[in-house]
């Protein structure tokens, strides 16, 4: 999938990928994160 | 001439651990999950009073009789799944470590830790927990005549319910016995939601400390308390201002305790246990307790997950869990002051490197292996509760990447990680109470088979979810080793 020029909302989880790790991500790869925010499932 | 410091560092040893559950079936629709969908679908107060488990289920259920000791974690591998189906034979309200308490018996220590008025309870009811109570074995006279002639007509708790938006308390279902109130008539801090909270915080937190003072006769010569729970006790000026330590030691017959309370959501716990190791080993304190309640407001929190999978609503139980502390007792396991492990502020959120901070540097430090810990203990989430929900298993996730970061390092080959985390993991067993399924679950287990010669090395470490309270995108972490006395030599 091509994030070059994305709007991309992050969700992550803290068990497994938060979500500062992901937008990090995300932008590496020319991505927009707009909201990001990291879950705890327990 | 300076004098001579009285704080040389000294070992910290971790004496014993107790723990509590108190089975309240009938509260879990008051969880903070439960309290939304039901008021929102109100067709769903049957399907909680439909899906309760009896307390003799509550008490052979497996991962129950782990949490007090009748059962070691590793014989979960060999206890058929669901194990809700499954009665452990010859199971037991009371375990080495601590006890399973009744609803009715709950609520009535919950009167007990009342100073307040709050917890209105029923006339005949509170006469026949007062019956039960007195044969409890932690409870006293004292404690008993704080009861007597408490109870009030039902008409008076209806009322309380419908004039002043009291919560309403049940059992068996849908029988009326009381009412929690509210504490002052403009003040959210003090509503019913939360003063519930703290005061089951509170008595399951006391009872824990109980049996601490019961099995290791520490009530004179603890000094310090720290409390490690999730609740917030205060009024509008002062939310989660504390003491819940104190007020817990009071309940325990503490009389020489202070105490304070530490904050750091699902990890406090591990913090508290390495600041009370501190204060020991500075020589301020001679003999700390870390002691916390459950959480009300966690009860039935996946419940959605378990209905859909036609199970018991199986988060029904309040926790409470009491480690003593202590100066070294050439016997007990020492907690490994060169060992900590921290999250930093600057650590970042990768997996890799939060595992990095809390797992491999400790080790490096002390130039250990991977393979030289005998047990991991992580998130001990009982998977039966979170799976339904579609949460993972998350002990499981913790282990094989444990398991992952060993094959890495090159102390393992890669299809040795199955192998590796069945051996150093095990499967979770604690109750979705947050702190309380932090690490420390396995810290009675680990303290016995240690002292048996069974294992040698354990590493704690935990997990707090601070982006939560929307203060910060942080997590927190911090981790410790118990290991082996080895008696001075």
């Known amino acids: 999938m091509e994030l070059k020029g994305k709007k991309i909302i992050i969700v992550g989880e803290r068990d497994g990928v938060q979500g500062p790790a992901i937008e990090a991500c995300v932008k590496s790869a020319g991505g927009e994160p707009v909201l990001v925010q990291t879950q705890c499932f327990v | ?489």
């Not at chain 2, 390495?274 to 407001?297: D, K, Q, R, Y």
């Not at chain 2, 100066?327 to 490994?336: F, L, Y």
């Open chain 2, 1 to 489: 001439m300076i004098p001579e410091s009285k704080t040389a560092q000294k070992n910290t040893v971790i004496k014993g651990v107790t723990y509590f559950l108190a089975h309240v079936p009938n509260m879990v629709r008051h969880g903070s999950k439960p309290t939304r969908e039901i008021e929102s679908t109100p067709n769903l107060l049957k399907d909680f009073i439909e899906h309760q488990i009896p307390f003799d289920k509550a008490v052979s259920y497996a991962p129950n009789q782990v949490y007090i000791g009748n059962l070691d974690p590793d014989d979960l591998r060999s206890t058929p799944m669901p194990w809700w189906k499954y009665d452990v034979p010859s199971a037991n309200r009371q375990g080495p470590f601590g006890e399973i308490m009744p609803e009715e018996e709950f609520l009535g220590m919950m009167k007990i830790c009342d100073e307040f008025e709050i917890l209105i309870l029923e006339k005949y009811f509170l006469e026949n927990t007062i019956l039960q109570l007195k044969i409890h074995p932690l409870l006293e006279d004292k404690d008993i005549e704080k009861l007597d002639g408490k109870g009030v007509p039902l008409s008076q708790i209806e009322k309380f319910i419908e004039q002043e938006g009291a919560m309403p308390l049940y059992i068996k279902g849908d029988k009326l016995i009381g009412c929690c109130r509210r504490a002052h008539e403009e003040d959210f801090n003090l509503i019913p939601d939360i003063l519930i909270e703290n005061l089951t915080n509170k008595a399951s937190g006391a009872m824990a400390l109980r049996h601490l003072n019961a099995k290791f006769g520490c009530q004179d010569s603890l000094e310090y308390l720290i409390g490690c729970g999730e609740e917030a006790v205060g009024d509008r000026y002062n939310r989660g201002g504390g003491n819940m330590a104190k007020a817990i030691g009071e309940l325990a017959n503490c009389q020489n305790a202070t105490g304070s309370d530490t904050k750091a959501f699902c990890c406090a716990p591990v913090h508290a246990i390495i600041l009370g190791s501190g204060l020991i080993s500075s020589g301020i304190f001679n003999n700390v307790a870390v002691v916390a309640g459950g959480s009300f407001a966690k009860l039935g929190m996946k419940f959605r997950g378990h209905l859909k999978n036609g199970m018991p609503i199986l988060e029904d139980v309040i926790a409470g869990i009491a480690i003593l502390l202590g100066e070294d007792d050439k016997k007990s396991p020492v907690v490994r002051l060169d060992s900590i492990g921290k999250h930093s502020i600057g650590t970042g959120s990768s997996q890799q490197m939060i595992f990095e901070k809390l797992v491999v540097e400790p080790l490096e430090n002390l130039n250990l292996q991977m393979t030289d810990i005998d047990k991991f203990a992580t998130e001990m989430h009982n998977p039966e509760l979170t799976v339904p929900q579609g949460s993972g298993d998350v002990p499981r996730t913790n282990y094989r990447i444990i398991g992952s970061i060993a094959a890495i390092r090159g102390e393992i080959n890669k299809t040795q990680i199955e192998e590796f985390s069945e051996m150093r993991g095990m499967l979770g067993f604690s109750p979705t109470q947050g702190h309380i399924a932090s690490a420390v679950p396995v810290l009675g287990h680990a303290v016995r088979d240690i002292m048996s010669g069974k294992m040698k090395r354990v590493q704690f470490f935990a997990k707090g979810s601070l982006f939560l309270g929307r203060m910060t995108q942080l997590s927190d972490g911090v981790s410790f080793i118990l290991e082996g006395n080895n008696g001075g030599d």
